[in-house]
């Protein structure tokens, strides 16, 4: 028996374990995940809840586990249909919502409470703010977020194309879709999709798929297409999608690759000082995402971010595998 509680943020499913979830050993969450994706065991239980019958090919969910000291309140394992990611900012504000909601994290009912959690990439804070009990808002504190790479030419199906290589808690490529004739519309993302798993590939053995320090978080996790929507009154508007694992769709506006956009807008200078991004997803749900701090991270210029968005219970479910079942753990059909 697997015992879930399933949330939403901006459109995306986020899927918490909460009872049955595998016993993952390490001394951090980071090796922790180096040990869930070389278990065959582990793996079985990611697939059986994020596969079809049970789930489907753009399914999201997480494991939790200890955290890595007392500073933090919980640590998680992202999860998706291809494998375990490094990050997940979707995931994270819901993670806050529900620690809050369900009483793990006693709340302030009228004010704003910290929730902190450990993940692959490392330590970020999820602030829920309420007002009578009922939740506005939820802002997580990233990692820090750095440019890689800029203006590289990647040749694709519909010609060449530049894309920018930024990091924010995973490895992200940004491409421009009207540079290719696209839009960040549902009608167009059939080849947005397609293009997204060119660019990844052709980039899997760059350079720019290297984390500066440590191997762990190596590859290309998503390819973010964006669209320039002008300005609003507080800074930049801009839509996107973001095409990661193997054509994955995020229907949110991508927490972790938001602030690996805010590092790219930041550098080139279309983030003022105190202006906010208006970050759109495909389906028009928003996220906010601001610069609230200069570091050097990796020996390099990086900014810490602030991302903000809201979070919804979408079920609780309990989950079975009879032994009998010819399709078994599950299975895809993208």
């Not at 191997?215 to 998503?222: E, H, K, Q, T, V």
């Amino acid at each position: 028996m697997l015992r879930t509680v399933d949330y939403h943020t901006g459109g995306e499913p986020f899927r918490i374990v909460i009872e049955g979830a595998p016993t993952i050993d390490g001394t951090s969450v980071r090796d922790r995940r180096e040990v869930a994706q070389r278990s065959p065991a582990i793996d079985d239980i990611r697939q059986l809840l994020c596969h079809e019958p049970r789930g489907h090919a753009d399914m999201y969910g997480c494991f939790l586990v200890p955290p890595d000291d007392d500073g933090a309140d919980i640590g998680v394992l992202f999860w998706h249909k291809d494998g375990f990611s490094t990050a997940c900012g979707h995931g994270t504000i819901a993670l806050g919502e529900w620690a809050v909601r369900t009483g793990r994290i006693p709340s302030d009912p009228d004010g704003v409470t910290h929730v902190r959690i450990d993940v692959p990439s490392g330590r970020v804070t999820a602030r829920v703010r309420r007002t009578a009990g009922v939740t506005q808002e939820v802002t997580f504190r990233n990692v820090p977020a750095y440019v890689v790479a800029r203006g590289l030419t990647i040749d694709t199906s519909r010609g060449p194309i530049n894309v920018d290589v930024s990091y924010g808690g995973a490895l992200y490529a940004s491409a421009r879709s009207d540079d290719v004739g696209l839009r960040v519309d549902p009608t167009d993302l059939t080849e947005l999709i397609a293009l997204g798993r060119e660019i990844k590939a052709a980039l899997a053995d760059s350079d720019a798929a290297r984390h500066p320090v440590d191997a762990r978080l190596d590859g290309i996790y998503g390819v973010i297409w964006w669209q320039d929507l002008g300005r609003t009154d507080t800074g930049p508007h801009q839509r996107n999608v973001t095409v990661f694992a193997d054509g994955e769709v995020d229907r949110s506006p991508c927490g972790s690759g938001t602030s690996a956009r805010l590092a790219l807008l930041d550098a080139e200078g279309t983030l003022g000082d105190g202006e906010v991004l208006t970050h759109e997803s495909i389906i028009g749900t928003t996220f906010s995402g601001r610069c609230v701090d200069r570091v050097v991270d990796a020996d390099r210029p990086a900014i810490i971010t602030e991302i903000s968005g809201m979070a919804y219970p979408t079920g609780e479910h309990a989950f079975t595998l009879d032994e009998r079942d010819p399709v078994g753990r599950g299975f895809v059909l993208r």
